[in-house]
C-alpha cells in the first residue's frame, strides 16, 4: 500500500480528530475509501479506540431512495442511537462514480436530506471530520490522470500543519482586530470593500482542536457585516456549480446587495443562485485559502476553496462561529463560494494596511508592498 | 446486475427477516457483498424500512486487530446502542480472500472474540439473518469456476421456501414424537443409535419465523440424548475443517463417548477436536439435510450442512432450543459438523419404522423401503 495512506490515516486521527484510547469512533467508509479505511483502523487500533465502520455508498443509497415510496422517517432510533453514543465520527470519502446518483428525482434527495436532519445534527455534535480518498472517479472530474490526482490529493492532505496553524493564526489576529477590510486588483476588476468589525475569524486548521473539520483544510474565514459590502469583484477562477461551468463571475455590491452581476459562462445559474432569497444576494464569509498544497482548482469545493494564493466569497448563509454572541448574520437557503486568484497583481488591505500584496503576507520574508 | 441478486434480497428481506414498515435494520456488509447490498437496499427503500449499513471487511478487521496493543473494549456504547436498537440485522457475507486475517494470532482473535461477546448476544437478540453473495474467493474455495459457483448458491438460495417449510415440517413431528433413531448403511460402515426421547427438533425453514437464521437452510436438527449414543459412524464426505482435510472420518460410540476413532486423513486435527473436553467426545446434534438445491461440499458449513440426501452429526454442544425446558444438554467448547452421505445404500429408522431409504422420505412417492 502506498505509504501516503498509511500517513493520511495519521494525520486524521491525531492531528485532526485527536482521538485517545477508549474513543467510541464511527468510521464512514465511501465505496472507494477501502484502503484508507484499513489505514485508519490499523491507527485507530493503535490508540485502543473502539470502531463501527458504516457503509456510504452512493449505488446503495440510489437504490434505496429509488425503491422508498412513503415519507422518510425522521431519526431512525438505531441510527441515532449509534450517533448518540460516538465521541468521533470519521467521514472518508472517495467516490467510485461522483454522478451515481444522478437518476433519483430532487425532490426524493430533498426530502430525505430534510429528514436526515437530525442525524446529521447528531453527528456534527461530535469530533467529526470529513476528508476524502483519491479515486478514479475524482481524478475524472478533476481532468487529472490517477496518479496526478493522488499526487494532489496528498500535497493538499500531507502538509506540516502545525507550523501551518501558526501563520493562519497570524491572520485571524490580523482580521479579528481590524475593521475594514478591502481586496482590489491592480487591473481594476475587483475593488471590494466591508467591515468586518466585531466578527470572529477563524483558523481552520484541519482539526476539531480549531473547530475544523476539514481535511484538507488551510483557510481563515470570516463574515464580513453583510449591509455594508460594497464594490465590484472578478471571480477569475472557473468552478462547476450545479453541474454548470461559471466562468468569470461579476458581482458589484452596493450597501450589501448584488445589484449587478455578469459571467463569461453559466450566467443562468449564477442568477438563480442569486434569486434564492434575499440573504442569496449578500456575502455570508470571505475567506483566505492558504493551503500551497492546492494549487489548482478540481472541482470540489473540499479542496477549491483552501488553495493558497486565493480570496473566496460566498453568497448566501454566514457561520455563527464568526458572529458576535447575540448577533445573527446573513440568512439564506444556500451558501455558494465563488473564487479570486490574487498570487499577482492583487492585494489584500485590512484599515488600509496592505497585509498580503501578489500572494505574500506581511510577515513572508518576501513580502513586498510595492511589487507588480 | 444478475437479476438473480434481486430475487436474493427478496427472499432476504420478506421470507427470511419478515421486514415490514419502520423497522429499523442493520445490514452489514462484507467487502465483496457490495452487489447485494445494492439490491437489498432496493427491496428494503420498498418496504419503508430505515437503513444503517455497516461495513464488515476482513482487511480492515486484520488492520484493527494487529494494530491493537491492550485490552479490547467489551462493550463499546456507540455498538451496543446500535443493536439495542435495532430490530433486524441482515449479514450479508461475501470474502475476496478467505484468508484476510490469516497473519492475526490465533491469542489476538479469541480475545477480541470474547470481548465481543456481549455486542454478539445484543445482534442474536435482534431478527438477525446471515446469508452470503457469490464472490471468486468462495469460488476458489469451493474448487469451482466464478458462473459456476454463482449458479451453485442461486440454488441453494433461490428454493420454494414455503413448500420445503412443509415438508421439513413432516420430519420434525416424526422426529419430535419419537424415541429412538438409528442411521445405518448397507456397506455396515454405518450403524448408529440414539435416544431422541424428550428432544425438540427444530425446522430450519431460512426465516425468522421458523427461528431459523441461516440462508440458504433446509436442515431438521435436534439433540440426541447424549449419554445413549451407541454404534459406528463413517463420515464420507470430505470436509475441511481448521484449514485441514478430514476424509473418512469414523466414530465409534460407546454408552454416549467416542471410545475409538480414525480417519484416511486428518487424523490429528479429528484427535484434537475430541480432546477439547469432555463434551467433545459426544454428540451434540444430529441433522438432516434437506436442500436438494446443495448438491456438493463447498468447503462453507452455511451450505455443506444443508446439503440434501446427508445427514450431519456434530461433536459437541447441544442447541437449547432442542432440549426440554430445565435440562441442560451437552456441554463443550466445541461445536463441529460432520457429514455423512445417505442418498443411496442408506437408511434413516424412527422407533424400527424406516423414514428414509436412499435419500427418499416415507411420503415421497419414489420411496422404496427394500430399495437398493
Redesign the interface.
Known amino acids: 500500500m502506498d505509504d501516503r495512506i498509511h500517513q493520511h490515516a495519521s494525520v486524521l486521527v491525531d492531528w485532526s480528530a485527536r482521538i485517545t ?2 474513543d ?1 469512533v ?1 468510521v464512514n ?1 465511501a ?1 472507494g475509501a ?1 484502503n484508507l ?3 485508519v ?6 490508540r ?1 479506540a ?8 452512493a ?12 415519507d422518510f ?1 425522521p431519526a ?11 465521541d468521533s465520527v470519521l467521514i472518508l470519502g472517495g467516490d467510485r462514480n461522483t454522478t451515481a446518483t444522478a437518476d433519483v428525482s430532487g425532490d426524493t434527495k430533498q426530502a430525505a436530506a430534510q429528514a436526515n436532519k437530525q442525524i446529521r445534527e447528531a453527528r456534527m455534535s461530535t469530533d467529526w471530520v470529513s476528508t476524502v480518498h483519491p479515486t478514479r472517479a475524482l481524478a475524472q472530474q478533476a481532468g487529472m490522470s490517477y496518479t496526478q490526482y493522488q499526487d494532489f490529493v496528498y500535497d493538499a492532505i500531507l502538509r506540516d500543519w502545525e507550523t501551518l496553524a501558526e501563520e493562519m493564526e497570524r491572520l485571524k489576529r490580523c482580521l479579528d482586530d481590524g475593521s475594514e477590510l478591502r481586496v482590489v486588483s491592480d487591473n481594476g476588476e475587483t475593488d471590494l470593500t466591508m467591515s468586518i468589525e466585531h466578527r470572529t475569524a477563524v483558523n481552520s486548521a484541519a482539526s476539531v482542536a480549531y473547530d475544523s473539520h476539514n481535511l484538507p483544510s488551510g483557510e481563515v474565514f470570516t463574515a464580513p457585516v453583510e449591509t455594508t459590502v460594497s464594490g465590484t469583484v472578478q471571480f477569475d477562477v472557473p468552478m462547476v456549480i450545479r453541474d454548470t461551468r461559471i466562468r468569470d463571475a461579476e458581482l458589484t455590491f452596493e450597501d450589501g446587495t448584488v445589484v449587478d452581476y455578469d459571467a463569461t459562462a453559466g450566467v443562468e445559474t449564477l442568477a438563480q443562485i442569486l434569486n434564492t432569497d434575499p440573504g442569496a444576494r449578500r456575502l455570508g464569509e470571505v475567506g483566505i485559502g492558504m493551503n500551497r498544497g492546492i494549487d489548482q482548482i478540481t472541482n470540489k469545493i473540499l479542496f477549491d476553496e483552501k488553495m493558497g494564493d486565493t480570496v473566496h466569497f460566498a453568497v448566501g448563509r454566514a457561520y455563527d462561529a464568526c458572529l458576535p454572541a447575540n448577533e445573527s448574520g446573513n440568512e439564506s437557503a444556500v451558501h455558494v463560494d465563488l473564487i479570486t486568484d490574487i498570487g499577482s497583481g492583487a492585494q489584500i488591505e485590512i484599515d488600509d494596511e496592505i497585509i498580503q500584496r501578489n500572494g505574500r503576507f506581511k510577515w513572508d520574508p518576501e513580502f513586498d508592498p510595492s511589487g507588480v
Open positions: 484510547a477508549g467510541n464511527v467508509v465505496e477501502h479505511a484499513v489505514a483502523a490499523d491507527v485507530l487500533g493503535e485502543g473502539s470502531l463501527v465502520m458504516t457503509y456510504n455508498s449505488e446503495v443509497s440510489r437504490a434505496y431512495l429509488r425503491g422508498h415510496e412513503t422517517e431512525p432510533a438505531h441510527e441515532r442511537a449509534l450517533y448518540d453514543a460516538a
